[in-house]
């Protein structure tokens, strides 16, 4: 089991001295589920959500597809049965994955991805994705390209803020969660720098808003991502030794 | 008759183990490695005329492109990126042991651990006596008195197909259903492609089949059906007298052989533990390293004994590289 941690951020509260473009600390495991094929624990601060990746393995005759693999995404929340919130983030995210997987690899398969919330404080459909893809990479399933996601709430006052916890949610008019796909740029350095792809994978939103603050919601999401891409990177590079 | 042994409860320590490793092989921190790419990133192919694509990369715009994070390994002209974990996939001619999940249609469907189950089909198995004969309806509504649902078997991968399908065989009268013995899933990475996958241990009367697809069956030996197999490798024994011999039920194992099993079913958990490979040097220095300190079997998996194995390896390795 190996935990990273992205140092220590100023606070998590906007009250404690949290910018509205600043995400909170990232806290994430990989390994954590023995019989699963791959598995990871992301934490955004308060919100914490467990993925587990069983697959590509053999599809049931009803849901195989001949061609391609089928993604198989199960969301349960913290507390209570699943309902319609739960099934509609259970489209999104499948919708997301499918969109990184090379599908057309592996025909007759599924890939099951189980994603448990553990604490919800805000931006939960972000950290599950973010959880996702490290479970998915943990799992040794192959990717096009890596995604990361990041949350952004429209508040009264017609501001913007970056990673809202749970109460900024419900005080917001609109909430946004998108996702970008990411590479790393070799040439730049050693290291690689985290380049964010200027298209979105995916995009949630919900709520009141203009076509401006879509677009500005866009780019601040966009910044979220890239830093969210280095820290998964960083965590990937400990973990991996020669 | 055996004493039921006291429960022993132990606290579960994060990170116990890899710090256990590095503690013996005495390196404080891993290295960063050169060649770790991610998913997505670009493989340098320079100073190479030609390349074979392998395992975690595909071609994007002539560009050879990481699919999944790990290390690039370069054999020859093969490049391929090694994963820590990833599922076993099936190659031509691999010894694998598998569970039959479903009889149907003149094939059995076996689950390899693998992407897809794989499948075995009637015309692929070895007829007791080693006759060939054209398989017909009769065969057919008779499948499952050769296998059941849920049995065990050895074989070995006929054919992989472009999806990724994989066709067994158990041509031979090696192959077959697996009974009265130990299986243990090992991560199919720690398992290295070898000649001999089968191994009769005679001086302690144990057979071991190490699957590539990560499944290791350690079972004691049966002398009746090694002298079948023999005489039927060497060609033109009875057909009457192999069918009788195969089909005759084994002798009950006795409480030693059970021990010896046991305790090499545990050898290779513990190198599992350890993240070590797989293979029979391997298995029999950590078997004989526990008899030697008069482990007991439940002991084998304590850390006392882990950190014995390493230093062993430990040994090993350095008196390896002064050579």
Redesign the interface.
């Known amino acids: 089991?190996e935990?990273d941690r992205a140092g220590p951020g100023p606070g998590s509260s906007r009250a404690k001295g949290r910018l509205p473009s600043q995400l909170r600390t990232i806290v994430s495991e990989r390994c954590v589920l023995d019989r699963a094929?791959?598995s990871a624990k992301w934490t955004q601060e308060g919100s914490c959500v467990l993925a587990a990746v069983y697959?590509?393995?053999?599809a049931k005759v009803q849901r195989e597809d001949g061609e391609r693999a089928v993604v198989e995404v199960v969301y349960k929340p913290r507390a209570g049965l699943q309902g319609h919130t739960e099934r509609s983030r259970e489209l999104d995210i499948r919708g997301v994955l499918e969109g990184i997987i090379?599908l057309g690899m592996?025909?007759?398969?599924s890939i099951m991805v189980v994603l448990q919330v553990i604490q919800d404080d805000g931006s939960v459909l972000s950290c599950a994705l973010n959880a996702a893809v490290a479970a998915l990479?943990?799992?040794?399933?192959?990717?096009?390209?890596?995604c990361a996601s990041a949350s952004c709430v429209l508040t009264q006052e017609g501001q913007l803020l970056l990673d809202p916890d749970s109460c900024e949610e419900k005080a917001a008019t609109a909430q946004f969660c998108f996702t970008f796909p990411?590479?790393?740029d070799?040439t730049k350095s050693a290291e690689?720098e985290a380049v964010v792809s200027q298209a979105a994978l995916g995009c949630r939103s919900h709520g009141n808003f203009k076509t401006g603050h879509l677009l500005e919601a866009l780019q601040l999401c966009a910044l979220g991502c890239q830093r969210v891409a280095a820290f998964a990177?960083l965590s990937?590079?400990?973990s991996?030794?020669? | 008759m055996f004493e039921p042994a006291a429960v022993l409860v132990r606290a579960h320590r994060p990170g116990a183990d890899i710090a256990l490793i590095e503690r013996a092989l005495n390196v404080p921190d891993a290295l960063p490695s050169t060649t770790f790419v991610c998913v997505g990133d670009e493989i340098s192919t320079e100073g190479q005329e030609g390349f074979l694509r392998g395992h975690g990369t595909q071609v994007v715009d002539g560009k050879l492109v990481a699919t999944v994070c790990g290390v690039v390994e370069r054999i020859n002209k093969l490049i391929y990126v090694k994963t820590l974990n990833s599922r076993y996939v099936a190659e031509q001619g691999d010894v694998v042991v598998g569970r039959v999940a479903d009889v149907a249609g003149k094939a059995w469907r076996v689950d390899l651990k693998s992407r897809q189950e794989a499948k075995l089909l009637l015309s692929a198995v070895h007829l007791p006596g080693g006759i060939q004969r054209r398989r017909n309806a009769e065969d057919e509504l008779n499948m499952r008195a050769f296998f059941r649902e849920a049995e065990l078997i050895s074989a070995e991968v006929q054919s992989v197909h472009a999806d990724g399908s994989v066709a067994l065989h158990t041509r031979s009268a090696k192959y077959g259903k697996l009974v009265h013995g130990q299986l243990v899933e090992v991560p199919p990475n720690l398992i290295k492609r070898q000649k001999q996958h089968f191994h009769t241990l005679e001086a302690l009367g144990v057979e071991l089949i190490i699957g590539c697809n990560g499944l290791v069956w350690v079972a004691p030996l049966r002398p009746d059906r090694a002298a079948a197999a023999a005489a039927a490798a060497s060609g033109g024994a009875d057909a009457q007298e192999q069918a009788e011999a195969e089909a005759r039920p084994p002798p009950p194992p006795t409480k030693a052989q059970l021990e010896v099993v046991c305790r090499l079913a545990n050898a290779i958990r513990a190198l599992t533990r350890l993240y070590m490979p797989v293979y029979p040097a391997s298995i029999m220095s950590t078997y004989e390293a526990a008899v030697e300190q008069g482990v007991a079997l439940a002991g084998m998996l304590e850390p006392e004994f882990l950190e014995a194995v390493v230093g062993q390896e430990a040994h090993r390795r350095g008196s390896a590289m002064q050579e």
């Open positions: 089991m935990v094929d791959g697959g590509p393995r053999q090379p592996h025909p007759r398969t990479v943990d799992a040794g399933v192959p990717l096009n390209s890596m990411h590479h790393f070799l690689g990177r990937l590079s400990k991996l030794p020669a």
